[in-house]
């Protein structure tokens, strides 16, 4: 099967719509930092498979941060480094939102590393209503992409293409959970899935799809089913199995 990176362009604000697609609605949402995509949705769950990237610009205060993530804020040694962070934890909130139609505020997120104890690992999101969904997130620069969906889910974003091989490995650990605990030699990845796997349990049966973004960010999305997917940027639309 032939494989067909979905690619992205940015969004103006004019571009705020909503369209029919198949049984749900999908909306796109735009400014002049921000592209949003979403993937087809599955109003039947009440979780829709979103990827979303973006500049983070934060709430007006840190109330939204659970202990966990205060903590984490609290040890940046710049103000300008605990504000990114608490950006980019709030972007997530809104990206998930997004995808299950609550209100940033009540998205709950909770890290623990099975190994520390340390508020940090592969994120546990909470709604106030509906399926429990999956998300992920990473950052290159001032850009951070967030994926959200019903099945697990991994994201990473690189600056170079030379590192998207790499990229392709960080989004599959991300979505079994593992992450850098196993060691990455013992994976072995095609460009669209996972061809061997030494590491704890079955091998994961993950689908690969890599993102091109702009200003030469790039990228890869691991989720945890193949299904089709419906990519919508700038108006135009663009098929691929992911």
């Known amino acids: 099967m032939a494989h067909h990176p979905l690619r992205l362009t940015p969004v103006t604000p004019s ?40 500049i983070p610009t934060g709430p007006p205060d840190d109330g939204f941060l659970t202990e966990g993530e205060r903590r984490r804020a609290d040890a940046h040694r710049s103000a300008a480094a605990r504000e990114a962070f608490v950006a980019r934890r709030w972007f997530a909130r809104e990206v998930v939102a997004e995808a299950t139609g609550c209100a ?6 909770a890290q ?22 999956f ?5 290159a620069g001032d850009v951070t992409v967030v994926a959200v969906g019903r099945q697990p889910v991994g994201v990473d974003v690189v600056a170079r293409p030379e590192l998207l091989v790499w990229a392709r490995l ?37 689908r690969i799809t890599d993102v091109t973004f702009v200003d030469g960010l790039i990228g ?10 419906r990519a919508v940027a700038a108006g135009r639309r663009r098929t691929a199995r992911a």
Not at 220 to 229: D, F, I, P
């Open 220 to 229: 890869a999305v691991a989720r945890g089913r193949r299904r089709q997917v």
């Open 170 to 206: 960080e989004a599959v650990l991300k979505a079994t959970g593992h992450g850098l605990d196993v060691d990455p030699s013992l994976v072995e990845l095609s460009a669209t899935g996972v061809q061997r796997w030494d590491g704890p349990g079955p091998r994961p049966r993950l």
């Open 15 to 54: 571009d705020h719509r909503n369209r029919a697609v198949g049984s749900g609605t999908e909306t796109v949402l735009g400014c002049p930092e921000r592209v949003a995509v979403r993937l087809e949705p599955v109003p039947s769950v009440g979780v829709r498979s979103v990827l979303r990237w973006g």
């Open 112 to 133: 623990r590393c099975p190994r520390c104890d340390g508020p940090h690992g592969r994120p546990t999101v909470s709604v106030p209503h509906g399926p429990r969904p």
């Open 135 to 139: 998300a992920s997130w990473s950052s």
């Open 104 to 109: 940033p505020p009540e998205v709950h997120i």
